[in-house]
């Protein structure tokens, strides 16, 4: 009895210790180190992040529209000014020069046009003042003409009078058809001598319009209230025409402009929602309104329209992240994301009891938040979804 009581507690204290060793070696990890998620059935959005920058909705660029000298500047940037505020002044002494020349000029042109008016009006009423002395001419010749015929049919005028009355009065008339004829080449002669002369005049005043209008933008004012957020730096400079010499930006709305590599440009097209996040406890919705075509060193660009322009919160130049909305589907199961799928993972571990499971999973679309799970983990499930990469050839992890 003693040596069988030996051996059997020998092979207990050997058992005893291989198992007590299995279960050491066995990894295991507390549950307060790990982020649990619940599988749930509901809907999810796929989702692209991209890094934006909130910037006005609306921005005025003030260019320079003659070539003048800077004298002063009225408002520097982050002046907030009002609409018709002087931002600043230009040296316009060139440009009132032209603008008096041109003056002058239109002047010259109606003085010109008066006069050639006059003259043709003249030359009109002059050869119809013949053509009237003409018509009386004639008709007193056709008298002739016909009291000659009667004294010649009655042998009181000699055959060759009556020719000659007949022939002058076919000659008068001859001389109002010409006369007429010239009266209508003078009208439209004069028609179309008056109206280059309009022309030239027009072109004379709309030039002076111009330069006076110029002369006017030159006095630089805000079309609207905002803020200046750049002005020529230096007092004396010059400034060409066309020169960009402020801006002045509205800031009581805003947009976002945001970036994104060019792995995304297929899948990106105005009209998208996107999701703009502040921080973690605003959001704000909007919607893609213009796409740039160029890509510049991998990455390109995007404007995001806000729902809420003037949201309390937005400021310029405010970095934000953009969440654009590329695919949607619903009643299907889906998990908080953490980092599932982030780094290509076929598989997820599941709470069973008191250990992980390493279950095989396939995930679908993947949003900022949540991930899509299309094969491998039934609703209700308690997925980790923190960092396991530690244990991805391990198939059982004990939970203490």
Known sequence: ?????????????????????????????????????????????????????????????????????????????????????????????????????????????????????LRLEDSVANTAAQLEQKRLDAQILQYTAQQKGKLGAEGLATQQEVLAAQAAAKKSDIEIRQLEEALVRARRSAAAQLSASSTDLGIARR???????????????????????????????????????????????????????????SELAPGMRARVKLDEANVIGGAVSSVDPRIENGA????????????????????????????????????????????????AFVVRGDELVRVPAQFGLAGDDRIQIVSGLREGDLVVVSDMSDYKDVARVRLK
């Open 207 to 265: 030039e002076r319009d111009e330069s006076r209008r110029q002369l006017d933008l030159a006095m630089l004012r805000a079309d609207r209230d905002g803020v200046v957020t750049w002005v020529v730096p230096d007092e004396g400079a010059t400034v060409r025409r066309g020169d960009l010499v402020a801006r002045i930006a509205d800031l009581s709305a805003f947009k976002v402009v945001a970036t994104i590599s060019d792995i995304h440009a």
């Open 1 to 117: 009895m003693r040596r069988v009581i030996t051996v059997v507690i020998a092979l207990a204290a050997v058992a005893f210790f291989f198992a007590a060793t299995v279960a050491w070696l066995r990894p295991s990890l507390r549950r307060n180190d790990l982020v649990f998620a619940r599988v749930e059935r509901g809907s999810i959005e796929a989702t692209v992040q991209a890094n934006g920058t909130v910037v006005p909705l609306v921005e005025q660029v003030v260019s320079s529209p003659v070539e003048a000298r800077v004298l002063r500047i009225v408002h520097r940037a982050g002046d907030r000014v009002h609409a018709g505020d002087e931002l600043l002044q230009l040296d316009t002494a060139a440009a009132s020069l032209d603008a008096a020349r041109l003056t002058e000029r239109v002047a010259q042109k109606e003085s010109e046009d008066t006069q050639l008016r």
């Open 300 to 347: 390109m660009t995007f404007t995001v329209a806000l729902d809420r322009a003037s949201h309390p919160m937005l400021r310029n130049n405010l970095r934000v992240d953009v969440f654009t909305v590329t695919g949607h589907r619903a009643g299907v199961l889906s998990a908080q994301r953490g980092v599932l799928g982030r780094r290509g993972e076929d598989y």
